[in-house]
């Protein structure tokens, strides 16, 4: 829909978009070739854009990695309801946990640097935004695997989140051994049965 002269609003210009498509291009590329540490000034460089145009479009890395990453977030937690529906609710939280460990591996662990960390008042509301939602979906599918399931009571969704992300961290620092996420995540703990305490 075109904005009326009146709404306040202006359509962004067509060499605005380019300009912001190829700073996620090039941000994609640097951060997969230079993990949590790239550099913005040459993410801008690699797009072929001033370091200000950048700025413009994303004040800060947070900002950047929401628009890299927000649609992925979005599929992570649409997955996650629909595992709500699995026959096995302990199987359904370890197949959500795997998509978000293989996700957190995403650009060389840059992913899982960010989404490790708990928000903070200086955090972008987006990517808190995105905290919230991965965080309520794995709340829904871990609460249904201890009621449901076999999954201790004792879980934290936090803290598998956080092993799941630490999990991925570590598969990355040996990108040969391709089965090594597979069995570090085996290693949680979810759908064992527990013996009642005495």
Same mark, same amino acid.
């Given at each position: 829909m075109k904005s009326s002269?009146? $709404? +306040?609003?202006?359509?962004?210009?067509? &060499?605005?978009r380019d300009n912001r498509e190829r700073l996620l291009q090039a941000a994609r590329a640097v951060f997969t070739e230079q993990g949590p540490h790239a550099s913005l000034n040459k993410i801008a460089q690699r797009a072929g854009v001033g370091p200000g145009t950048l700025y413009r479009h994303f004040p800060?890395?947070?900002?950047?990695? @929401?628009? /890299?990453? +927000? %649609? &992925? @977030?979005?599929?992570?937690?649409?997955? %996650?309801?629909? =595992? =709500?529906e699995h026959p096995s609710p302990d199987e359904a939280l370890r197949i959500w946990l795997r998509a978000i460990a293989r996700h957190a591996t995403a650009m060389? %662990?840059? @992913?899982?640097?960010? #989404?490790?960390?708990?928000?903070t008042p200086e955090t972008s509301t987006a990517l808190?935004?995105?905290?919230? #939602?991965?965080?309520?979906?794995?709340?829904a599918l871990l609460g249904r695997a201890q009621h449901h399931g076999n999954s201790p009571a004792q879980l934290d969704i936090a803290d598998l989140l956080m092993l799941a992300n630490a999990i991925a961290w570590a598969s990355e620092q040996t990108p040969a051994d391709t089965g090594l996420? $597979?069995? =570090?995540?085996?290693? /949680?703990?979810? %759908? @064992?049965?527990?013996?009642?305490?005495?």
């Open positions: 002269p009146g $709404d +306040g609003r202006r359509p962004q210009r067509a &060499d605005a800060n890395l947070q900002a950047l990695l @929401v628009a /890299i990453i +927000g %649609g &992925d @977030v979005e599929a992570l937690c649409s997955q %996650g309801r629909e =595992l =709500l060389r %662990g840059l @992913v899982a640097t960010q #989404m490790i960390a708990q928000p808190a935004a995105c905290h919230h #939602m991965i965080h309520a979906t794995g709340t996420l $597979d069995r =570090l995540l085996a290693l /949680i703990n979810i %759908g @064992v049965p527990h013996p009642p305490p005495s």
